[in-house]
């Protein structure tokens, strides 16, 4: 099975200029816990709840003058359309991630394949990618 069989396409995104509180906003909205973060129509990172308690609340920065840029993680891990299920496996086993941005050939984000996304078309499978995510680093 290829990773554009499984993934969510056209996903929510978050520009790399928005306020955090406004991309705290959309989560809650969207009820996600995740955002890609573009720029100039590129994907340059991605921005989790996690980040924002982390870089920002935590910090004690003002959520609305804050932009998303100083909360992302500027790196991360990414496959194709066209790759095999199986390697979409590896990179979140290898790299312990429970998300992988799917990139076109201009690299531009046309879905994300989540564990969700595994589990509804291979649950085993999805659970073995678990076990290995969230092992201790």
């Known amino acids: 099975m290829k990773v554009e069989q499984m993934m969510t396409r056209d996903p929510q995104v978050v520009q790399k200029r928005t306020p955090v509180r406004e991309a705290a906003e959309k989560m809650r909205e969207l009820d996600v816990g995740f955002l890609p973060v573009i ?3 590129r994907c340059v990172g991605v921005v989790t709840d996690r980040d924002i308690t982390v ?9 609305a003058r804050a932009k998303v840029e100083e909360a992302m993680t500027p790196s991360f891990i990414s496959c194709s359309p066209s790759d095999e299920f199986e390697h979409a496996e590896e ?3 290898r790299n312990q991630v429970r998300r992988l941005l799917v ?3 201009q690299q531009d984000l046309v879905g994300v394949v989540s564990l969700g996304d595994m589990a509804l078309k291979d649950a085993s499978a999805a659970g073995d990618v678990l076990k290995d995510v969230s092992k201790p680093g």
């Open 103 to 105: 990139l076109g050939e």
């Open 91 to 93: 990179l979140m086993q």
């Open 55 to 63: 870089r920002v609340t935590a910090e004690g920065r003002d959520p």
């Open 39 to 41: 720029d100039d129509g």
